[in-house]
């Protein structure tokens, strides 16, 4: 269960460069649930997306995750929760290390770090299984620089990071977006499989409008720093990628809005 | 001339032992942390004169050393933590830090420079024939420099040692997978100034005298050093990368002696070492290649 409430975050506060970017957001989001963050450029959504990883503090507020209040923990301590993987392939994984080494630091993300070895037998048998279930062939590639791997191969490879020990909340920003359109599909698919065999909490921030129908249970849209329309599962049915196309266009008009809200 | 060359090949293997730390020093900061750092101009004389003070103060040479590391090890933390939450640039830290540490080292010696009786010396107390026998020394600092990089590399390959590394990796990423990345930079700043430090503490017991300038001019040696070595050794896994410094520096000082051997001026040797620094910098550029030795 996660609960944000009341947040905001201004960039650049008293300059002229200065921007509001989450102008009060409430979002509940119970335990199993696979909500889709949608929304033009601008909106908000990989703020609220870094608001929660604790990339970003925010100026008010708070964020709850099962119960502990986590807005003032910082980003690295708030990893053992929360996982997240980027839009960037360059991003979510270290590219001068190897498969292996990537996978053991998403594995201490939860379990912390003393001055044991590394890499064992045990831990390589473990990411042999969590990689295969990926079909990109790199648990024969442990030993493989990271570098050396496709765009695609790296996102499979932060996609088994983030969920090498479930977290308890999953964010994933547009992280299919920069792969090309069989490899997106690809690793979607290996996506929304994990997510389904354990039950992440997750958030998905995307453009992807026929995704987001197909894979999320729940729909949020954004626009200028708030929450404009909350898409339940009853209510997702039926819905087809022209209707959210609709609904995006008429973003302004109030009347609409209100009923979205109220349903 | 050869044969001046050949004659000194011992005593320079020697020297360039010691000074393999240096460049270690420079290697952790630069290679696994990717945050540049030149603290060692400072935390190598600190080694030293710390030695030099405490020794012919009475203190025996194995708690003076140890002290003397101490002192490398916290030079460096105090930069990095300037680095980090000052917002200071690293090189600008290291800089501070350095200048700082010149005015400690006459505070600590109590005048610019100070003879270090050969019986005061850690070689001394293990045996009076190492500091007499060449071939004694080398076999120690050799073994030594092997014990220092099995223990580096075996540190490397630990949870926090590979976390370290994630860190120079990929600085974003490491947050987000649990790293606390200032405590890291601190503990990698504080680990390689204190090898610094101890290279400081042994070029003092073996040449016999600390001096404040000691350290004047050896960041550039340690980094011609580091360049040398990772052209030859590579840096492709963690144990090359580690390697590397050391074969660098044996190289360098021993490229360093065949050049004054065979006529070239002491006074120009710095220009030289920095040129050769720039221009393995600027060749990746000026040749257009994207993977240079030297590259971030």
Redesign the interface.
């Known amino acids: 269960m996660i609960a944000a409430s009341g947040l905001r975050k201004v960039f650049n506060l008293g300059t002229a460069t200065e921007l509001l970017a989450i102008a009060g957001v409430d979002l509940a989001v119970a335990a199993g649930e696979f909500v889709a963050v949608i929304g033009g450029n601008g909106a908000g959504k990989s703020t609220l997306l870094n608001l929660l990883?604790?990339?970003y503090s925010c100026d008010e507020g708070t964020i709850v995750i099962d119960g502990s209040d986590v807005t003032r923990t910082?980003?690295?301590?708030r990893?053992?929760w929360v996982?997240?993987i980027f839009q960037d392939p360059m991003?979510?994984?270290?590219?001068?290390?190897t498969v292996e080494?990537n996978l053991?630091?998403?594995l201490?993300?939860?379990q912390?770090?003393?001055?044991?070895?590394?890499?064992t037998s045990t831990r390589r048998t473990r990411f042999r299984e969590s990689l295969s279930g990926l079909r990109l062939g790199l648990e024969e590639r442990l030993g493989t620089?990271v570098s050396t791997l496709s765009g695609g191969q790296r996102q499979a490879l932060a996609l088994a990071?983030a969920t090498v020990t479930p977290p308890k909340l999953l964010l994933l920003d547009e992280h299919t977006a920069a792969l090309d359109p069989r490899t997106s599909e690809l690793v979607m698919e290996a996506t929304v499989g994990i997510v389904a065999k354990a039950g992440l909490t997750t958030l998905m921030v995307t453009h992807n409008m026929e995704h987001a129908l197909r894979f999320a249970s729940r729909i949020v849209m954004m626009d200028a720093g708030r929450i404009v329309a909350d898409i339940g599962s009853a209510e997702k049915i039926g819905l087809g990628v022209g209707d959210l196309i609709e609904r995006f266009r008429i973003r302004d008009d109030r009347i609409v809005l209100r009923q979205t809200r109220q349903a | 001339m050869i044969d001046t060359f050949i004659n000194l090949v011992p005593i320079t293997l020697v020297q360039s032992l010691i000074y393999a730390f240096v460049a270690l020093a420079i290697m952790i900061p630069y290679r696994t942390l990717a945050l540049p750092d030149l603290t060692v101009e400072g935390s190598l004389p600190l080694g030293g004169c710390m030695a030099a003070a405490l020794l012919t103060a009475g203190l025996d040479p194995w708690s003076g050393t140890a002290i003397a590391i101490l002192a490398g090890a916290a030079a460096g933390m105090v930069t990095a933590l300037i680095h980090l939450y000052f917002q200071v640039p690293s090189l600008l830290a290291g800089i501070l830090v350095a200048t700082m540490a010149w005015s400690v080292d006459l505070r600590v010696m109590a005048m610019p420079n100070k003879a270090v009786p050969a019986e005061l010396s850690l070689f001394d107390w293990l045996s009076p024939a190492i500091l007499l026998d060449i071939r004694l020394q080398m076999a120690l600092l050799g073994a030594l420099v092997c014990a220092v990089l099995a223990g580096l590399l075996a540190?490397y390959?630990?949870?926090?040692?590979?976390?370290l590394?994630?860190v120079?990796?990929?600085a974003?990423?490491?947050?987000?997978?649990?790293?606390?990345?200032r405590r890291y930079v601190v503990v990698g700043f504080g680990l390689a100034n204190a090898l610094a430090a101890l290279g400081g503490a042994l070029v003092v017991q073996t040449q016999g005298y600390a001096d404040v300038t000691m350290g004047f001019g050896i960041l550039v040696n340690g980094l011609a050093a580091l360049i040398i070595g990772e052209a030859i050794v590579g840096r492709?896994s963690i144990t090359r990368q580690v390697v590397a410094p050391v074969v660098g520096s044996v190289i360098y000082y021993q490229l360093v002696s065949l050049g004054l051997a065979t006529g070239l001026n002491p006074s120009d040797l710095k220009f030289l070492t920095g040129a050769f620094v720039l221009v393995t910098l600027a060749l990746p550029l000026i040749t257009g290649r994207s993977r240079s030795i030297v590259g971030t």
């Not at chain 1, 912390?112 to 890499?119: D, V």
Request: aromatic share 2%; charged share 20%; proline share 5%.
């Open positions: 990883a604790g990339d910082p980003e690295h301590v990893a053992a996982a997240r991003l979510g994984t270290a590219a001068a290390l080494e053991t630091l998403a201490m993300r939860a912390g770090r003393g001055l044991r070895p590394a890499l620089v990071m | 540190f390959r630990t949870e926090i040692g590979l976390s590394r994630c120079g990796a990929n974003r990423l490491a947050p987000a997978l649990g790293v606390n990345r492709s």
